[in-house]
């Protein structure tokens, strides 16, 4: 158990859906994170939120949308999604004065539909 | 943009064998290098963390060493186990939480 939880561990959705990932972290952290993994490229960091304001957004279009209500708390609204966004969501967080070491949840497996 | 590359992309052993796995990163302003395991399906576990300012970091069988001006890292796995069979991964931190990840080395140990 690495602290970070995720849910659900898969989804399955269509092109028109409407749906939610979650995150929850138990460490205490101030940062959480969201990346996008997919077959045979680097990890995509999408977005950042320190304290729970959002501090970077890599250029990710606006059928994601993030929300971090509290510190403890992420979560990412899909909607109208494509076939190419089918990837392993994975959300991290990480403590500054603990030298920002990244902690995973085991991701969500997202497949479009 | 800062780009991570790790050569080899995959990489199959013996048990027992010492390794040695690679990173390089192109933009040397850094504040601190991570190596990762990833097992299948699952998510990234940390192994070591360098700071900018260190050369390098021990942990059980794994060392890691960083060269900052030459931007490259290496990952040393010693006598290594089946268990040790997992994509590795480095990521740098640079400014404003931002993490450049690798597409990561796959090794297999064979018993």
């Known amino acids: 158990e690495t602290g970070v939880t995720q849910t659900p561990r898969h989804l399955v959705m269509g092109m028109t859906n409407k749906k939610s990932l979650k995150c929850e972290q138990h460490?205490?952290?101030?940062?959480m994170y969201w990346y996008k993994q997919s077959a045979k490229k680097p990890l995509e960091l999408m977005f950042v939120?320190?304290?729970?304001?959002?501090?970077e957004n890599n250029s990710v279009p606006s059928r994601f949308s993030p929300e971090c209500p509290n510190s403890s708390h992420l979560f990412l609204h899909l909607h109208t999604l494509q076939p190419e966004d089918s990837a392993l969501y994975l959300c991290?967080?990480?403590?500054?004065?603990?030298?920002?070491?990244?902690?995973f949840g085991a991701g969500t497996r997202l497949s479009v539909l | 943009k800062q780009e991570v590359t790790q050569i080899p992309a995959a990489l199959s052993v013996p048990e027992g064998e010492n390794l040695v796995l690679n990173c390089s990163f192109t933009?040397?302003?850094?504040?601190?290098l991570q190596w990762f395991r990833q097992d299948p399906g699952k998510g990234l576990t940390s192994l070591l963390l360098?700071?900018?300012?260190?050369r390098e970091q021990t942990s059980g069988r794994l060392n890691a060493s960083l060269d900052k001006s030459s931007g490259r890292s290496t990952l040393y796995i010693a006598a290594s186990q089946p268990g040790d069979s997992a994509t590795y991964l480095c990521?740098?931190?640079?400014?404003?939480?931002?993490?450049?990840f690798g597409t990561g080395t796959s090794l297999t140990v064979i018993p």
């Open positions: 991290a967080s990480s403590q500054e004065l603990e030298g920002n070491i990244q902690y």
């Open positions: 460490l205490g952290h101030n940062a």
């Open positions: 939120y320190n304290f729970k304001e959002q501090t």
């Open positions: 933009d040397s302003a850094i504040y601190n």
């Open positions: 360098i700071q900018s300012s260190q």
């Open positions: 990521a740098v931190e640079g400014t404003g939480n931002q993490f450049y």
